[in-house]
């Protein structure tokens, strides 16, 4: 039976790592995440769960202590945004390169500088190649949801990959919301015990682990990482039809809105999605054939599903809530457009970037793209390709 609750997205994480109850969580507070080791360090306190936390002294340290934690055949977890993330990023590739299926809910917060606290993809989207499954949440809901699914995915036997739990700061972390939790029984039912296939603890297959491969070897071992990642689809897409069976939840790479007729569609990650559904309700009242495409695996990217999905388009925006800085577009739109490259003919595609540092996205905003995209629908003609929208130009 489900559990009725009002949590903030960081209380409704940390309640999944409760129920979830790994070997070791080790962590360093940062705004906005910081919410997520306080409120699970209460439940080490309390005794509820066997957890050995491990306030560390960095960012850098709370993934080198989960690194040996899962290393050693133990299930670990952390917490992060932004800075911490960065300045995790020498072990991001570590921990993927060795096939660690760590789980980290990372708060989307705005890299510096200069300094900003609020909400951005700069953090994820950098971290995007460095070989961790990514998967984004437009609420809480999603949040807790992606989170238990995550440990499932990334312990795999075929994929054996950490993965990033991402929704934006302050935005969803912070915002309290009506959701439904699973009963803790159900929760340690669906996640397993971790088995891994080899660990450095097991006294009958002794081995060793170090950060050197040279030429003769490490070709191959990124070829592998790339594989497990290419594959990861099909057993993500089963962790979420498992997951709809118990709570009656679906999940697939994307949500398509509206998508089965539409002309003009906007792509967009995380909790922008809300606020643009909203804007394609109200033009689908008006007669316009709007849709949405709502992506929740980012990492690996949906390729064939997703150019399949728009390929009846006229006209597409992707909306980057980070920017490349390489004057061609944001990391999502450069992804989209390669993926359509060679596969759909005819369908225009435009960037927008959007809400950096926090800034507010409103109906308006979003209506501003789609009359963009019904002229580019009507006219066959794009202006520009790479937008920005809600910012002063000066």
């Not at 036997?157 to 950490?162: A, F, G, H, Q, S």
């Amino acid at each position: 039976m489900a559990i009725r609750a009002k949590l903030s997205g960081n209380e409704a994480v940390s309640v999944a790592m409760k129920q979830i109850n790994p070997d070791v969580v080790a962590a360093y507070p940062i705004t906005p995440s910081t919410e997520v080791p306080q409120y699970f360090s209460t439940y080490v306190a309390n005794g509820e769960v066997d957890t050995e936390f491990v306030p560390v002294e960095s960012e850098h340290s709370a993934m080198s202590a989960c690194i040996g934690a899962q290393a050693a055949g133990g299930r670990s977890m952390t917490a992060t945004s932004a800075q911490g993330l960065a300045l995790m990023w020498e072990m991001l590739y570590i921990a993927s390169a060795y096939r660690l299926p760590i789980t980290l809910a990372l708060i989307n917060r705005a890299l510096s500088g200069p300094i900003n606290i609020h909400c951005d993809h700069s953090d994820s989207m950098g971290a995007r190649d460095s070989g961790w499954i990514q998967i984004y949440s437009e609420d809480a809901q999603e949040a807790y949801d992606n989170f238990l699914q995550a440990v499932r995915i990334g312990e795999h036997p075929d994929v054996m990959l950490p993965v990033m739990d991402c929704f934006d700061g302050f935005i969803t972390s912070h915002k309290v919301e009506n959701l439904e939790l699973l009963e803790d029984g159900e929760v340690k039912k669906f996640i397993g015990k971790y088995n891994p296939p080899y660990h450095l603890m097991d006294k009958d297959k002794p081995m060793s682990m170090g950060p050197l491969s040279l030429p003769f070897y490490y070709f191959e071992q990124k070829r592998q990482q790339a594989e497990a990642m290419r594959t990861a689809i099909k057993p993500i897409l089963e962790v979420a039809a498992e997951f709809e069976k118990l709570t009656g939840r679906k999940y697939g790479l994307f949500e398509a809105y509206r998508m089965d007729d539409a002309e003009v569609a906007i792509v967009v990650l995380n909790s922008t999605a809300g606020t643009a559904k909203d804007v394609v309700d109200e033009l689908r009242e008006k007669g316009v054939k709007a849709g949405l495409i709502k992506i929740r695996v980012y990492r690996p990217f949906p390729v064939e599903q997703i150019t399949k999905a728009l390929s009846k388009c006229k006209a597409v925006a992707v909306l980057d809530r980070a920017d490349s800085c390489n004057a061609a577009g944001g990391p999502v739109f450069t992804d989209i457009t390669s993926a359509m490259f060679g596969r759909v003919d005819g369908v225009k595609v435009i960037n927008y970037i959007y809400g950096l540092g926090g800034r507010d996205v409103t109906t308006g905003n979003i209506k501003e793209a789609y009359e963009t995209l019904q002229e580019i629908a009507k006219t066959g003609k794009v202006k520009e390709v790479y937008n920005y929208l809600g910012v002063r130009e000066v």
